[in-house]
């Protein structure tokens, strides 16, 4: 059995000998520890989802389509102290950020935003000119020897690239999650029109790709919730996103993709229904920090929603005896099938790479590895 078929199986809930081993990735700062504890320097750390061979972590391919706004934003550096810094991003995005903490440019902290581009309809419009989806430039000049080789590909293949579409996720980052917040409210007619715009774009942009190559899975990021709840209201999620949730699966189901995953760290619980009414049949990284309980997901929502993540990364910073516990509660799920364990996030710097790598044994002996 290949690497896509066992990927492909478990989001069916059908048997496999072994269950892949997939992860996130590293914390900068958590690279810079394990490199000082023997970690050999030509480790990738930034990206496993495309596996890592020293961790035996196995393989996923991503489609590079370039969504982005296209040209972007000039960076500019607008402030700059002893201690913090506030630039703006190819986005558009004005963020103040901490300088304390920070290795290989990954923060400690999280950055305040105080300014995003899109503030009034005005705005959003001008913004539309960046969103060609013709543009030649968004699909790398490699492409067609990719195609070629991902033809006899023995791994899953994702259509785009991980964290790079999304719906709640788009408004955000054009608007701002308090500006956004209120827009629903204050202008909807607006609000209704940026989604239907992404919907357009992401469907256009991805049309050649559709053609070109059978893709196994979409993943939505969103990141649309926290510890408190989501982001979005049931209502709000019926009314302004859910519509583009089924524009967008129907239009790939066409294309022989059956897999639709989402991307939300928090609790998004509140909004399943709603996901598996929109065609979603994967929700990950299960984040236990935030009061997230994978055995009460697959109890109420049975075979309807597989699930990825949902090892809690707080138990691998303690000793051997809570990393077994943490992979034995996983074990009802990963018997029953439509699951993929993994940390609930990248790994932050209190897991020693001792640790990791023992937590990495026990969770190979889980998988059947």
């Known amino acids: ?218 993943n939505f990021f969103e990141d649309f919730a926290g510890k408190g709840g989501p982001l979005v209201s049931p209502e709000l999620f019926r009314r302004f996103l859910l519509p583009g949730y089924r524009r967008i699966i129907g239009e790939l189901r066409k294309s022989g993709i059956t897999s639709f995953w989402l991307d939300s760290d928090g609790d998004p619980r509140v909004l399943i229904p709603l996901m598996i009414e929109a065609g979603i049949t994967c929700l990950w990284p299960l984040e236990i920090a935030a009061g997230i309980d994978p055995m009460q997901i697959r109890r109420e929502y049975g075979t309807s929603l597989a699930m990825a993540g949902g090892i809690d990364k707080r138990e691998l910073s303690k000793g051997r005896a809570e990393i077994d516990r943490e992979i034995e509660r996983r074990r009802p799920l990963v018997e029953s099938g439509g699951y993929l364990p993994h940390i609930d996030h990248s790994v932050p710097p209190d897991i020693s790479l001792d640790n990791f790598r023992y937590y990495l044994e026990r969770k190979q002996r889980l998988l059947g590895g």
């Open 1 to 218: 059995m290949t690497d896509r078929e066992r990927c492909m199986r478990i989001m069916t809930f059908d048997p496999v000998e072994r269950v892949p081993n997939y992860e996130l990735a590293l914390w900068s700062q958590t690279y810079d520890r394990w490199l000082a504890e023997g970690l050999p320097c030509g480790v990738l750390y930034q990206n496993w989802f495309e596996g890592e061979p020293y961790f035996d972590l196995d393989r996923r391919a991503f489609a590079p389509i370039d969504i982005r706004m296209l040209p972007g934003f000039e960076p500019e550096v607008l402030e700059e102290t002893d201690r913090y810094i506030v630039r703006r991003s190819v986005e558009g995005i004005v963020t103040r950020a901490l300088k304390e903490g920070t290795v290989r440019g990954m923060r400690a902290s999280m950055d305040q935003y105080i300014g995003h581009p899109v503030t009034d309809r005005a705005g959003f419009r001008a913004l539309k000119r960046r969103y060609d989806p013709s543009a030649p430039v968004r699909y790398p000049q490699w492409w067609d020897a990719m195609v070629h080789a991902w033809r006899d590909r023995d791994c899953p293949l994702c259509l785009l690239t991980n964290g790079s579409a999304g719906l709640y996720s788009q408004l955000r980052s054009w608007c701002g999650t308090e500006e956004i917040s209120y827009l629903f409210y204050d202008d909807p007619a607006l609000v209704e029109e940026m989604v239907e715009f992404n919907v357009d774009f992401i469907i256009s942009v991805t049309a050649r790709a559709r053609r070109d190559i059978a893709c196994d899975y979409f």
